[in-house]
């Protein structure tokens, strides 16, 4: 596999990947930590291509279902190198980690490919094993006595996908309000016209009827929260 030239089909997909990751690091990723980051995510993720060239199984799927895989490890290695950035495991030791999480996930895809198993089934058993891995790594660690009992702790309260998850579901909370906000904004103008309107063409009437679907306006909302 050493030299193996990879189709730039292959290749420009990775780079594809790198330039969705890059601005996603979260800001206490320091510069090298981030040049160590990238580096490995591309030869992790072009390693992976390469062994799907050469298996016999993974060649029977189409590239976009080879991609799949790709994007999962390179996604998996992403949010994994984060943790050990955050974990106080010495940085010698997290290559050794990042391998075991690699095998594994080598393994788990390989399976998945040779069960036809489906993307949500591939993504459910990746995330299960990845983080038994990391786990099992860090107690090891622990075990060798390369880590001290709070560091362990530590690197085991590390989640980087679980915390972007929650700043992805606050986003999406905060962005929820604020459509509801121009909404109700633009109803309050063109409810203001329309006011304004009725005044003028029909006196009092249309005064009346304005108040009325002000009145119904309110009180329906408030009966859809009873």
Not at 64 to 70: E, H, V
Not at 156 to 182: D, H, L, T
Request: negative net charge; contains cysteine; charged residues 30%.
């Amino acid at each position: 596999m050493d030299g193996q030239v990879v189709d730039k089909k292959y290749t420009d997909f990775i780079e594809g990947l790198i330039v969705q990751i890059s601005p996603l690091l979260p800001p206490d990723v320091n510069e090298l930590q981030k040049s160590y980051l990238i580096t490995n995510i591309r030869k992790s993720a072009t390693l992976m291509a390469e062994s799907i060239i050469d298996n016999e199984e993974f060649n029977q799927i189409d590239f976009d279902k080879q991609c799949f895989y790709i994007q999962v490890l390179a996604e998996w290695s992403f949010h994994k190198e984060i943790d050990l950035f955050r974990s106080g495991i010495p940085a010698r030791y997290w290559k050794g980690v990042m391998q075991k999480i690699w095998y594994t996930m080598w393994e788990v895809m390989f399976a998945c490919v040779k069960n036809d198993a489906t993307e949500s089934v591939v993504l459910s058993l990746v995330e299960r094993f990845v983080n038994r891995t990391y786990k099992d790594a860090v107690e090891e660690l622990k075990e060798q006595s390369v880590i001290d009992k709070e560091t362990e702790e530590k690197a085991k309260e590390q989640s980087n996908i679980a915390i972007m998850a929650e700043e992805y579901r606050i986003e999406r909370k905060v962005s929820e309000k604020v459509q509801g906000f121009v909404k109700r904004f633009l109803l309050a103008i063109i409810l203001g016209t329309v006011v304004a309107f009725a005044i003028i063409k029909f006196k009092m009437i249309g005064l009346v009827v304005i108040l009325t679907i002000l009145l119904v306006y309110n009180i329906m909302p408030a009966k859809k929260d009873e």
